[in-house]
């Protein structure tokens, strides 16, 4: 029973103890302080209510975790650490009077804090207990009276200052320093209207303003709370931007509570003074008054600042204009002279080159520009080209042949119109760009350099600093610029006259040395070595070509970079400067350093490889023809060549293409001669021949010598023209054994000379498109490329000569082929008379064997008719006949028969004997006796003649008497008596009958065959 009251009442006094704990828990959660216990890691062990709600947590949440779990303030958290410790280690209570803790929506609170250690058993304090009274609004109180004090402070000073602080950026900074200082704001700064852009932009602002807004910071008026202020003229309170939607941009750099203030002068507003604040709430209506007084300050003394500012601002142009005139006065008085010094020292001056580089380096630093140089007009490209610059820009800019269009830019107008172009601030100018080499240029003015009316040059100066240059720059250059023509005109004048003279000595040695030579080649070494020493030049080349031909010549070179020049084909030549020059006949002038669009990407390149800079290409032409073209190169190092190096190598190569063509029609005049003197010998040579045989091999030798071969036949074709025969051959320059068959079927040469009837030419014969049986007779043959002219007797291929090109490849050309051509006809002329005099010797035999006959027969019929066929006449005794023989004893020299010819046919015999003792016939006897004996028959055969044709003219006679009687007898049985009548008395007959027959007188068509 006992021990069952006392389980009872200890379940009392735990209710009484659980009760009075939730009585002490309600009373500490009731307190408005806050009431804590942390240990020594700054762990919340217990927090009332009030702590809890003060971090946005809850009793049980925040119970276990530190100030830093809620307190956005490192600074604070430390401090608080700090207090709790020191607290626990001296075993002291501590009071700590103000003390800030920022709470969960970020305001900051100020606090009075009690802290107690907490010591156990041990005498060790392990926790601490720690009350606080949140003392903010008292704090708050005090500072604003504080606040309203420093106001008033800083209204005063700012007051006293303003009147004597005349620069504005001073005065602004000046006062957001004070409001800062004095009035402890967060930040401040000015802002001013720029009235052209209607926005505002900082004009001074504390360094924390600075450290959060962009660079070049610029907000519109009328947006946001510092617009609204500047557009209104309305002071602009914002106590909390969170929850105020006027602020602008306040995620990224506004405060939580700002004051925006207009600054006015004359009733305008010209700006806006802001301050801010992290402190919601912050600003009062002290601070509005303050302000707004701080303000009307600031504008008063901005106005000072602008009216002082524009009297020293008078007083400054004033003092700078006499400042001015004097600097122009001395300025003025040292042109005129250094213009004097520059115009003496050039006058004398002995070439160009020194009189522009004199200019440009004593105008830039007698006259201070930053940048001076002189242009010239390229008509080839119509573009403005520097020649002389001033330092080390000057150098590159003529070193990379710098260049500006004509007629337009300050330069190119002004040489184009002959009128100075100043242009005293060029960055107005939207289109014009600096020159890479001369960054910094602001200002240019480009003055013609006239002689007469021709624009010898641009002097063109350029200064660093916008406006430097003026009108009296340009009146003093301009008189400047027609000292420089002077001297310019008197010192080319020179030049000219010793390049004239110079030249002249050129083209005389030049045109001596031709006349010593005969032969193409030691003509274009001439040229070329003179060229090379006139120029100076790396590298001279001279082609020449046969332009219908597509051929290259002769290529020669010389000059110490003549190692360098390659021989290329002729496509490759006329895809670059050659082909052009050939094409347009006339002096291709290239500069270096940038690629030239009359040359081919592959011409280019091999440019580029050569290290070719400058370029000139003139072509080499008499009486209108194009014969080749003369080239020179330098290297990329060296300068360019110049318009006056063309036209000195265009009249060289005048004379050499003069020298060239009397070289050539010499060559072509002794090569006719000797193609005349081999037709001649041939066709005199083939007339006396009588053998076809001789005739080949007497032919060939001619043209294989022309042709300067060792190698060559003719070939005689048979009547079917399917094979030929090798009728004369030689190799190696002898004539060797023929009668090699060749068949025509499948020989394409042979085949297309049968077809055509023309020449045909193979160049490469072992590697042409020919079948293979050609290719295998020229490895036989041992010939690498062939000629093959036909032999044509009316109209027909009889054979062909051939020539065989044995030692190397050889490309026939026309005149050859013609020569050979020429020589085939007289072979074929030849061989044809020959053939035709045979034949009309076989012919003329015949007639003068039937000839013969019928004299043999008319004679057979006329001795025995008309004459005794003996006469004789012995020493006293009268002519006697006799026997038609001369009896002539064996031995007898006494005696001499002559036989009778006539065509041939022996019609009889004269016969003669001497007197006994005389035994020998002389010379002169007998030819007598031969001229008798010819004359004798010519007179017989007349004899003959004259009788035979009494003979015929009798027949005649008597025919036409005959036909006279017929005529007059007008009945048929007259006729016929009359007919048979004559015909009887007239030869004698014994019996002449005529007799009728019916039929007689059927038609061709009815008569029987």
Known sequence: MAKKDEVTEHKRVEETLEEELRFLWRVIDTAPNFIFVRDREGKFLLANEAMAQAYGSTVEDITGKTDADFNPNPEEVELFLHDDLEVMNSLQKKFLPERTITDAKGNVRWLEIVKFPLVDEDGVARRVLGIANDITDRVQAKKAVERRAAQLAMLNRIGRNVTHILDREELFQRAIDAVQEDLGYLRAAILLIDKEVDELYVAAATKDFWDIIPDGYRQPVDKGAIGMAAGSGEVVLVTDASTDPRPYKVGEWLARSSLSVPITIGGQVSGVLEVEDNLVGVFDENDVLALNTLADQVGVAIENARLYEQARQEITERVQM???????????????????????????????????????????????????????????????????????????MLAAGHSLPFGTGVVGTAAATGEPVLASNVTDDPHWVPHPDLPDTKGELAVPIKWQDEVLGILDVQHNEPDALTEE?????????GQIASAVESARLFEETQ???????????????????????????????????????????IITFNLEAQQVIDFAQGGPGAGQV???????????????????????????????????????????????????????????????????????EEPDFTQRDADLMMTIGN??????????????TQLSLSEAETLYRVAQNLGQMNEEQDMFEFILPEYLKYLGFSQGGILILNAENTQGTLKALIQKGQLVEVGLQIPVAGNLPLEEILETKEPVAITDACHSEQPVSVRNLAEELGYKSLLLVPLI??????????????????????????????????????????????????????VEAVQRLYLREEWERFVPEQVTP??????????????????QEEGEATRLAVPLTLRGETIGTLGLEKPEGEQTWSGEEMALVESVAEQLTVA????????ETRGRAARERLTGEITSRLRETLNVDSVMRTAVNEIYETIELEQVTIRLEAGSTHSQEERPA
């Open 793 to 846: 007797i009316q109209d027909k291929v009889i054979g062909a000569l051939g020539a065989d090109a044995t030692e190397s490849v050889h490309e026939f050309t026309e005149r050859e082929i013609n020569l050979v051509q020429a020589i085939a006809y007289q072979l074929a002329t030849a061989m044809a008379n020959l053939r035709s005099l045979e034949d009309v010797q076989a012919a003329l035999s015949e």
């Open 940 to 947: 017989l055969e007349s004899a003959r003649l004259l009788d």
């Open 655 to 668: 004379q050499a293409a003069a020298a060239l063509e009397n070289i050539r029609l010499f060559e072509e």
């Open 473 to 481: 720059d340009q009146v003093m250059l301009l008189g400047l610029a």
């Open 322 to 396: 006499e400042q001015q005139i004097r600097e122009s006065l001395e300025r003025r008085s040292r042109q005129v002279q250094l213009t004097t010094e520059i115009a003496q020292e050039i006058t004398g001056a002995p070439g160009l080159g020194e009189i522009y580089n004199y200019v440009v380096t004593s105008v830039k630093e007698g006259f201070g520009y930053y940048h001076v140089q002189i242009f010239r007009h390229d008509p080839e490209k119509d573009a403005m080209v520097v020649i002389e610059g001033s330092g080390e820009a000057g150098e590159k």
């Open 566 to 636: 390659i021989h290329v084909s002729f496509d490759e030549l006329w895809d670059g400067l050659s082909g052009w020059v050939l094409q347009e006949r006339k002096p291709a002038l290239s500069p270096k350093g940038k690629p030239d669009p009359r040359e081919s990407p592959r011409v280019q390149k091999r440019r580029e490889e050569t290290n070719c800079g400058s370029i000139v290409v003139v072509p080499l032409m008499q009486r209108g023809k194009v014969l080749g073209t003369m080239t020179a190169i330098n290297r990329l």
């Open 870 to 887: 003996l006469y004789e006449r012995v020493r006293e005794a009268p002519p006697s006949l006799g026997d038609n023989t001369i009896p």
């Open 499 to 541: 390049q004239t003279l110079t030249n002249t000595q050129i083209l005389y040695r030049l045109s001596r040395d031709l006349l010593g030579h005969d032969n193409v080649s030691d003509i274009l070494q001439t040229v070329i070595d003179g060229m090379v020493n006139a120029l100076e030049a790396d590298r001279i080349t």
